[in-house]
Structures are given as C-alpha cells and as structure tokens.
C-alpha cells in the first residue's frame, strides 16, 4: 500500500507562487498515476491535475496555464508548481496515487489571501 506525504502548503498573497510536494512510499511509485486534488470548505473534492506513469498530464480548466505538475519517479516524488494564485485556490491540496486502488495523503492547507 503506498503511503503519501504532502508539503509545501502555507499562506501566500494573490498573483504569488508556491510549490507542493508529495513524497510516496512503495516500490512500485512509477505505475502509478498520480494526481493533486483539492477540496475548498463546503465544497466537493475537485481534480487539480494528474500525471500518468508515461508522463501525460491533465489539468482542470482552472488550474491551466497556472499549475504545473511533475513527478520524479528515481524520487518517488510529485510536485505542483502554482503560479498566479487565486484566493479561490484556497484549499486542503491532496496528493492521490491510482492504479488498481486509490491511495491519498492527509493533505496541505494552501490559503491565498487577497
């Protein structure tokens, strides 16, 4: 069972940046698809990006052209380099691995203030 770590969350400005990492244990971490998910208090758990074990990616319109997600598989790593946020990117930021099952962090609290 792959066990995943989040960091990097915080409190930033408008128009700022951070970068979130996820950190996986496991030995199988490269057939994985990994992905970032949020979830906004009173709101549903929504799709950031993922990126599959071949390197394709995917992102929620919102986070297009603002997010980047990576991963390092010698690592064991996935990151999501955030630019320009939002106070609407304000949210608990979950790391997911998916193969056959779904595996999740505890999640980073990314507040973005105005």
């Known amino acids: 069972q792959e066990q995943l770590v989040e960091s990097g969350g915080g409190l930033v400005q408008a128009g700022g940046s951070l970068r979130l990492s996820c950190a996986a244990s496991g030995s199988v971490f490269s057939i994985y698809t990994m992905g970032w998910y949020r979830q906004a208090p009173g709101k549903q758990r929504e799709l950031v990006a993922t990126i599959t074990s071949t390197g394709s990616t995917n992102y929620a319109d919102a986070m297009k052209g603002r997010f980047t997600i990576s991963r390092d598989n010698a690592k064991n790593t996935v990151s999501l380099q955030m630019n320009d946020l939002k106070p609407e990117d304000t949210a608990v930021y979950y790391c997911?691995?998916?193969?056959?099952?779904?595996?999740w962090g505890k999640g980073t609290l990314v507040t973005v203030s105005s």
């Open positions: 997911n691995a998916k193969r056959i099952e779904s595996y």
